[in-house]
T-cell receptor
Framework: EAQVTQNPRYLITVTGKKLTVTCSQN?????MSWYRQDPGLGLRQIYYSMNVEVTDKGDVPEGYKVSRKEKRNFPLILESPSPNQTSLYFCASIIREGGTDTQYFGPGTRLTVL | GENVEQHPSTLSVQEGDSAVIKCTYS??????FPWYKQELGKGPQLIID?????GEKKDQRIAVTLNKTAKHFSLHITETQPEDSAVYFCARRELGGPGTYKYIFGTGTRLKVLA
């Protein structure tokens, strides 16, 4: 089954404690992306990756890091989380076919930073 | 990237009626406009999209129209059903760094279809 998986699904942590949210896709997609979703703000792109070892900033990259060492995985790293990073996070991968970008989203990770 | 304005933020319609959600943008370089449906507790799912060289696209009860001159695009759902109740997001694709692209989303519309 084609899917994007994220772990953990829920996380409560404290300010300053480094954490990693993993993302994996089994569709061999080149493009992967991280978003955060906040009430009234919609989804905002944090980082994206066009392919292995190619990453670029989205609109809200501050406080986040990513890496793309292999095609299937795209972890999101919060080196020193702060309360304003409390949010719902989505990982996604994209297949481009015939002019359409089908973006497959993971189930989401709800992060609370105390 | 420049924002996408999405209206309304909430919309209630009677079952069987039509629903229309509108998005406006200002970046004339955007050339691809997808719409997503997000059900409770799930990630968004692509439901329809349109490219800038097309004015309208239909898929059963769902249609999207694009007015490139006025820089707005709309989602139309006809004969609404209770299962259409969800949050809908519009988005636009824009160029990022060389050879890259990124997505700018609207703020979402919560659609309620009343039985």
């Amino acid at each position: 089954e084609a899917q994007v998986t994220q772990n953990p699904r829920y996380l409560i942590t404290v300010t300053g404690k480094k954490l990693t949210v993993t993302c994996s896709q089994n569709m061999n997609h080149e493009y992967m992306s991280w978003y955060r979703q906040d009430p009234g703000l919609g989804l905002r792109q944090i980082y994206y990756s066009m392919n292995v070892e190619v990453t670029d900033k989205g609109d809200v990259p501050e406080g986040y890091k990513v890496s793309r060492k292999e095609k299937r995985n795209f972890p999101l790293i919060l080196e020193s989380p702060s309360p304003n990073q409390t949010s719902l996070y989505f990982c996604a991968s994209i297949i481009r076919e015939g002019g359409t970008d089908t973006q497959y989203f993971g189930p989401g990770t709800r992060l609370t930073v105390l | 990237g420049e924002n996408v304005e999405q209206h309304p933020s909430t919309l209630s319609v009677q079952e069987g009626d039509s629903a229309v959600i509108k998005c406006t943008y200002s970046d004339s370089a955007s050339n691809y406009f997808p719409w997503y449906k997000q059900e409770l507790g799930k990630g968004p799912q692509l439901i329809i999209d349109i490219r800038s060289n097309v004015g309208e696209k239909k898929d059963q009860r769902i249609a999207v129209t694009l007015n490139k001159t006025a820089k707005h695009f709309s989602l139309h759902i006809t004969e609404t059903q209770p299962e259409d109740s969800a949050v809908y997001f519009c988005a636009r694709r824009e160029l990022g760094g060389p050879g890259t692209y990124k997505y700018i989303f609207g703020t979402g519309t919560r659609l309620k279809v009343l039985a």
